[in-house]
């Protein structure tokens, strides 16, 4: 031992000052890095563990929730317009502020210079595959029903109100033609369908056909 001693005497006996300044240092700075090492990765292990457990009890959390669910609205239920003038039907387009009934096909009030007219090739709503096809003028007089259908685009709803049900068309199609007393009507045949039939608007010469198909019934 004491000869191990002596050779570490003579060793350091001969390295200057500075050498010994240096080596020190460096010892020193080993030293701090092994400790922060060692801390960091205990400090890193511990955020992982903290992590893992979040994760772990939100996906394994079995406590039931009271969650509320929203609420659909009730859909109202239908409710006849009054009809004291005993119109076969009432045509509503809510788009248009429209609402006006209409007589059978042999009433003498079924005429387009007094009503809506329920044109003699028509269907009844309730048949199967029908057309329901509604005349009427538009311009600015009195009886010009249909003024304000050139406002309506695809997509648009118009209701018809027939013996105590609710029929829901949606337009499928709007073109024109030439006014010369006939229309031809380009409509699916499988279906139950609603024309309009008016004078184009700002155009003398065209009339305008309005297709709509049936989309419920209450």
């Known amino acids: 031992m004491s000869k191990l001693v002596e050779k570490i005497d003579k060793i350091l006996s001969n390295l200057s000052n500075r050498t010994i300044v240096i080596i020190a240092f460096i010892a020193i700075i080993s030293g701090v890095l092994i400790i922060s090492a060692d801390y960091l990765e205990g400090k890193k292990e511990r955020a992982y563990q903290k992590i893992s457990i979040s994760l772990y009890n939100e996906s394994h959390d079995n406590t039931p929730q009271n969650i509320e669910q929203p609420e659909e609205p009730e859909e109202e239920p239908y409710v006849p317009t009054p009809n004291p003038s ?6 509503t387009i809510d788009k248009v502020n429209l609402q006006q009934g209409f007589y059978d096909k042999t009433n003498e009030h079924n005429n387009v210079s007094k009503n809506l007219t329920f044109l003699s090739p028509s ?61 031809t009507i380009y409509r699916d045949t499988t279906k139950q369908t609603l024309t309009m039939i008016t004078c184009t ?18």
Do not use: C, M
């Not at 005993?86 to 045509?91: A, Q, R």
């Not at 065209?206 to 709509?212: D, G, L, P, R, V």
């Open 86 to 91: 005993g119109y076969l039907g009432i045509l």
């Open 123 to 183: 269907n009844y709503p309730d048949e199967k595959n029908g057309n329901v096809i509604l005349v009427a003028h538009s311009g600015t007089t009195r009886i010009a029903y249909f003024k304000n259908l050139y406002q309506l685009k695809v997509g648009d709803i118009a209701k018809i109100e027939y013996k105590g049900h609710l029929y829901t068309y949606k337009i499928d199609n709007i073109y024109n033609e030439t006014k010369d007393g006939n229309v």
């Open 201 to 218: 608007k700002n155009d003398n010469t065209k009339q305008t056909i309005y297709i709509a198909y049936l989309e419920s019934v209450k």
